[in-house]
């Protein structure tokens, strides 16, 4: 296997990583602010302690998901910048399509 071969695989593999991650991320951070939203709601509504301590408990995962999900995150975002920086030393590369499909994810990931 090439050169070229491994770093177009390597790219493919890295940017699925961290489109996969960032949509992770912000569905957990979607799915807190619903809870919150619901927590709020049962403690105006006067809701049983029962629904009230499990969306808390809800929340508290959710909020650990969040955490864990942008830490991951991170980490694929900087696998992927440094891949990108090795390409940008290889002339032929540095206009290759796979290279400037990462940069765009890199771009709308790193938002």
Do not use: C
């Not at 070229?4 to 957990?28: N, P």
């Not at 975002?77 to 890199?106: C, F, H, I, N, Y």
């Amino acid at each position: 296997m090439s050169d070229k071969t491994t770093i177009h695989r390597q790219l493919r593999i890295k940017t699925g990583t961290a489109k996969r991650l960032f949509k992770e991320h912000l569905s957990y951070q979607k799915e807190e602010e619903q809870l919150k939203r619901k927590l709020d709601k049962f403690i105006a509504d006067g809701a049983e302690d029962w629904d009230i301590k499990n969306t808390r408990n809800m929340m508290e995962e959710s909020n650990k998901l969040v955490k864990d999900t942008s830490k991951r995150l991170g980490g694929a975002v900087q696998d992927l910048r440094e891949l990108l920086v090795g390409t940008e030393k290889d002339p032929e590369l540095a206009s290759d399509e796979e290279v400037l499909k990462a940069k765009e994810v890199l771009e709308e990931v790193s938002v």
